[in-house]
């Protein structure tokens, strides 16, 4: 029908909905395609830096990343997950100078330090360096001897590394998240390379000892082109000259196609000039794609940066554990007013679930380019958008399919979807949009999409319940309405996991 100018509507006849339900009843994909040409993929996130505390700007960027490569790897890319840590660069000659004197069999014996005392010895390292002229010295030293693979200093290197490696996989295994890591150090062979062959190109110029590549489009407040540094006038390298030659080496090594950086916003200078510069020296080849993708920051509650109380940066482990110690506290407390009793063992993992779920989502819902508040409180509310309101439909619909005690993969062909009521139409067509959602985030990297459409659904499908009997109607509608069930529980169960968030079967 027109409706106004410019205007058509179109209705979709239910025969069609019910046809596509029924289709998708069965398939564990339910019904979304795999890419048709499949393409590697790397996605370069989390990345925190050795001997310092992961923060939640890297908490960010594990959540957002690992989502990303979730829903690709769902839609059939070849996707590698890097984990770009910062494991190379001068800190380390002040540290491993500062531990000599300080510490010396933190140089020599694997755990004789744990992450903490690593970070408190690192600030401690760099007053002293500011401070101490000798002390410079003295680290440039200590650098000098690593890059030149003295054994001792490589040695301490490698003890640190562990170190915070070990420290880093507690919260990876706590988010359940996978990586591959492919630290800075990884490509420091590679350096003089990439400075000759921008040498060869006749881009490069030197400046006051320094070579760098004066960039197109940014400019200091006086209006002069600003540089890309890619060697100083020490002879050292820069943070962005391991990324030209990380870039090179995914290309040309890992044959990636499209190549997806999750950092906070504040670098989106530093890629846009990694990458402009990577483009004029014609390292990137038509076909691949590349996509810096930027976030915002994370806020207290009184709206500036996230901090403890005692004004120090938050711990992600404490972060982490507090969200699990809250759900619990929520939990405890809800099963003493239902007068439930429930195993110590069914509580620490439903605390652990909604906890770090809770944490994921509230990240993930949120457009990505905009800063956001942490509130527990919020983020852990049964009601609203959240992860324990999604996380309690599942749990809900499960229910009443157990209830309803139809076994959903053996379903005969006179069982079908049904759809008459405009609260049923109304969740048919939400179920069969999630291909369109995935589609979206796949192209446009914005999760809260696909959270958004997650919430929408949990309230299509409440709005169903409330106004169709399931259990209680007449066959065929009965058995109809429990299909409704079972799909949205499905399509909550895929769409959660591609967030990496666990569903419970109770809660
Ligand atoms: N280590 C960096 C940081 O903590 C992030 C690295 C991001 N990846 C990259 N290829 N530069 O800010």
Redesign the pocket.
């Known amino acids: 029908s027109v409706a106004g100018p410019g205007f058509i509507n179109f209705t979709i006849k239910p025969a069609y909905l019910e046809a596509q339900l029924n289709g998708i009843q069965t398939d564990s994909r339910l019904g979304i395609p795999l890419a048709k040409d499949p393409k590697r993929v790397v996605v370069?996130f989390s990345?925190?830096?050795i001997a310092k505390e992961m923060h939640v700007g890297?908490l960010r960027s594990t959540i957002i990343g690992d989502c990303i490569a979730r829903i690709l790897e769902f839609q059939g890319e070849d996707v590698l997950r890097l984990n770009?840590?910062?494991d190379w660069g001068t800190q380390f000659g002040m540290l491993i100078s500062y531990l000599r004197e300080v510490c010396p069999e933190a140089l020599t014996t694997a755990n004789a330090l744990d992450l903490g005392d690593l970070v408190t010895f690192y600030k401690k390292a760099k007053q002293r360096f500011d401070q101490d002229e000798a002390f410079q010295e003295t680290a440039r030293q200590e650098v000098v001897k690593l890059q030149a693979g003295a054994e001792e200093s490589r040695r301490a290197w490698q003890l640190l590394c562990e170190q915070s490696r070990r420290e880093f996989q507690v919260i990876y295994n706590c988010l359940d998240v996978d990586l591959t890591e492919r630290g800075e150090s990884f490509y420091n062979p590679l350096l003089p390379a990439v400075v000759e062959d921008l040498e060869k190109t006749g881009l490069l110029v030197e400046d006051a000892g320094a070579k760098c590549v004066f960039l197109e489009g940014f400019t200091n407040k006086d209006g002069q082109p600003l540089p890309l540094i890619v060697q100083k006038s020490d002879g050292g390298y820069n943070y962005a000259t391991t990324?030209l030659a990380?870039l090179r080496y995914r290309i040309q090594q890992d044959h990636a196609e499209r190549i997806i950086?999750v950092?906070d916003a504040g670098?989106a200078n530093h890629f846009a000039g990694v990458l402009q510069v990577a483009r004029k020296a014609g390292c990137i080849p038509d076909n691949v794609e590349i996509d810096h993708v930027p976030f915002g920051l994370v806020l207290g509650e009184d709206g500036k940066r996230l901090k403890t109380r005692s004004g120090e940066t938050v711990r992600l482990k404490d972060l982490l554990d507090e969200a699990i110690a809250r759900a619990r506290t929520d939990l405890e407390s809800r099963l003493k007013e239902e007068n439930r009793q429930e195993s110590e063992e069914f509580i620490a993992n439903v605390a652990k679930v909604i906890g770090i779920s809770a944490v994921k989502y509230a990240d993930l819902s949120q457009n990505r380019n905009s800063n956001y508040i942490f509130s527990y409180d919020k983020m852990l509310a049964l009601q609203g958008n959240t992860a324990p309101y999604l996380l309690y439909a599942y749990v809900r619909i499960r229910g009443i399919s157990r209830k309803g005690d139809i076994n959903f993969e053996n379903l005969g062909e006179d069982c079908k979807v049904i759809l008459q009521q405009e609260t049923e139409l109304v969740l048919a067509k939400h179920l069969l949009n999630m291909s369109e959602i995935i589609a979206s985030v796949e192209q446009d990297l914005l999760p809260n999409r696909l959270c958004q459409y997650l919430y929408e659904l949990s309230q299509k499908f409440n709005q169903f319940y409330e106004q169709c009997q399931v259990l209680k109607a007449e066959e065929p509608v009965r058995t109809s309405r429990l299909m409704l069930c079972d799909l949205t529980a499905q399509t909550l169960k895929l769409g959660l996991s591609l967030l990496g968030i666990q569903v419970l079967d109770r809660m």
């Open positions: 370069d990345s925190p830096n890297h770009h840590v910062g990324d990380a950086y950092t670098q």
